[in-house]
Nanobody, 127 residues
Framework: QVQLVESGGGLVQAGGSLRLSCAAS????????MGWFRQAPGKEREFVAAISWNGGNPIYADSVKGRFTISRDNAKNTVYLQMNSLKPDDTAVYYC????????????????????WGQGTQVTVSS
């Protein structure tokens, strides 16, 4: 069982930056693939970024590629999402998610692959 708690959301002007954190508790965090998803009002949840257990070759949604960076620190049981050049369209609740990849170098952009979810953190970008 893994519990996930996001933090770092807030209100920022367009062009600004935020760094989200997702702290995990439970066993074997380092074997889990991690992802970030977001959901804007009236829209479906969408994929943002994902990273494998060892941090290699993360994947990104086209809408955030070049602006967002996902990373993880297995010693701290934490995954991060650095968000730069923020746009009003990035406004959403951001969710951290995890599934046990058993130390295989897999990751996924499919929300149904993920077994554990955090409660979300609000990011609001003003124009």
């Amino acid at each position: 069982q893994v519990q996930l708690v996001e933090s770092g959301g807030g209100l920022v002007q367009a062009g600004g930056s935020l760094r989200l954190s997702c702290a995990a508790s439970g066993r074997a965090f380092s074997s889990y693939a991690m992802g970030w998803f977001r959901q804007a009002p009236g829209k479906e949840r969408e994929f943002v970024a994902a990273i494998s257990w060892n941090g290699g070759n993360p994947i990104y949604a086209d809408s955030v590629k070049g602006r967002f960076t996902i990373s993880r620190d297995n010693a701290k049981n934490t995954v991060y999402l650095q968000m730069n050049s923020l746009k009003p369209d990035d406004t959403a609740v951001y969710y951290c998610a995890a599934f046990n990849a058993y130390n295989m170098g897999v990751m996924s952009d499919n929300a149904y692959e993920y077994d554990y979810w955090g409660q979300g953190t609000q990011v609001t970008v003003s124009s």
